[in-house]
């Protein structure tokens, strides 16, 4: 599975890294990702997403089921 948050959709940014004499090489940014299991109330079972730090608190704030909404509506996610 790629590395993106499934609430959010963030992905790792491209840069360079800088070296003393200002030598640039190409670098990735990754991400903060953790796979997490929760309790999806309405349908009576588990939902394990990959997550950032930041999806983990949209979740926190907006409720899980109005966060996978919108996360699908989005094109993040596909629920079965």
């Known amino acids: 599975m790629a590395k993106i948050c499934q609430i959010t959709g963030k992905t790792g940014m491209r840069g360079n890294n800088v070296s003393h004499s200002k030598r640039r090489t190409k670098r990735v940014f990754a ?3 953790k796979t997490k299991k929760f309790w999806l109330e309405e349908e009576g079972r588990f939902v394990t997403l ?5 999806g983990i608190r949209n979740i926190n704030k907006n409720g899980l089921a109005e966060s996978l909404r919108r996360a699908e509506d989005n094109g993040f996610i596909n629920l079965v």
């Open 31 to 33: 991400l903060n990702l």
């Open 50 to 54: 990959k997550l950032t730090a930041a």
